[in-house]
């Protein structure tokens, strides 16, 4: 496999990695914590999913063919949730990792050093994938982080447990080696 179809295949994966982690945060919380804010300068994590689908939907809508961020996007109004239920919060996500996926799905190694633009900032496809593989998980590490706060002792891990670690390494070292996507693993353990 070459290096740049190698390289597609695991961003895929650990985007999707990403996004169960996200999900299975959400499905251990009742709808009204979606929508908890402690305090005026923390975003609940409704209001944070509407960021993220904010911007997916803005940088990956043509995302090879126009500047990635769009003039219909309302990025200031991504912080002023208007969802009432979990489904309303769900469809949101949704139809954000809906649009990205489809592009990042639809891209062809050789197109991977080809140039877009986000605010008139050049990017190579790699750079702007790579861009969004810390911003996403940044935002999805603050929705687990505040799910677990949220559900206290009743969490069930989406990591390796607390004081596991010892029998995690013991399982891995017990299998041979192999070359794989440290996702193949993840996603399984979390379906």
């Known amino acids: ?5 190698a390289y597609l295949e695991s961003i895929k994966k650990q985007f999707l990695y990403y996004k169960m982690l996200g999900e299975k945060a ?4 009742g709808s009204e914590q979606l929508f908890v804010a402690k305090n005026e300068d923390t975003n609940s994590i409704a209001t944070i999913i509407k960021h993220i689908s904010g911007n997916m939907l803005s940088r990956w809508t043509d995302f090879l063919t126009s500047d990635g961020e ?3 996007r309302n990025r200031d109004g991504e912080f002023e949730n208007d969802s009432q239920t979990k489904e309303e919060v769900l469809e949101v996500w949704n139809n954000g990792w809906d649009c990205f996926l489809n592009a990042l799905n639809s891209l062809k190694p050789d197109q991977l050093s080809d140039i877009i633009y986000i605010r008139n900032e050049g990017h190579t496809v790699i750079e702007a994938i790579n861009r969004q593989l810390a911003h996403y ?3 999805i590490g603050q929705i687990v982080f505040y799910a677990k706060q949220l559900k206290n002792e009743q969490w069930n891990s989406l990591s390796i447990p607390k004081n596991k670690s010892g029998n ?5 070292f017990a299998k041979e080696k192999e070359i794989k996507n440290f996702t193949d693993d993840e996603l399984e353990r979390l379906k």
Request: hydrophobic share 30%.
């Open 168 to 172: 995690y390494n013991a399982e891995k």
């Open 137 to 139: 998980p940044y935002h």
């Open 1 to 5: 496999m070459e290096a740049n179809e």
């Open 70 to 72: 769009k003039e219909w």
């Open 26 to 29: 959400m499905d251990q919380l």
